[in-house]
């Protein structure tokens, strides 16, 4: 249950870095609304955050929490801001996947 818990604070921390630059595209109260959540978002990303390390080791789960968002934030950069999709930054991106799923494999 942990490991979901922990996919889900990863998936919050993509949103909150979505919303950022959501908000950096618009103006007047729709901009207001992109930090109300971010803040929301980044709320429930650290709560599950905390609420696995109690149960798993600090380094693997926040190493995987980061990496999700890291992940997650390039692929929505992609997908939804248009941002370039390149050999290296694909041959990253899966090294780095690559190495959140070897974190998962030698956590206890």
């Known amino acids: 249950m942990n490991w979901i818990l922990l996919l889900i604070a990863g998936l919050f921390e993509v949103a909150f870095a979505a919303c950022l630059g959501k908000a950096k595209e618009t103006t007047g109260i729709e ?3 992109w930090y109300g959540g971010f803040l929301i978002c980044l709320g429930i990303s650290m709560f599950l955050l905390v609420k696995v390390t109690q149960q798993l080791p600090i380094g693997t789960a926040y190493a995987v929490w980061t990496g999700i968002g890291a992940v997650g934030t390039v692929l929505v950069g992609i997908l ?28 206890h």
């Open 31 to 33: 901009t207001t609304y």
């Open 80 to 107: 939804v801001f248009k941002e370039p999709l390149t050999f290296w930054r694909l041959f990253f991106i899966t090294s780095l996947i690559a190495s959140i799923v070897g974190l998962k494999v030698v956590s």
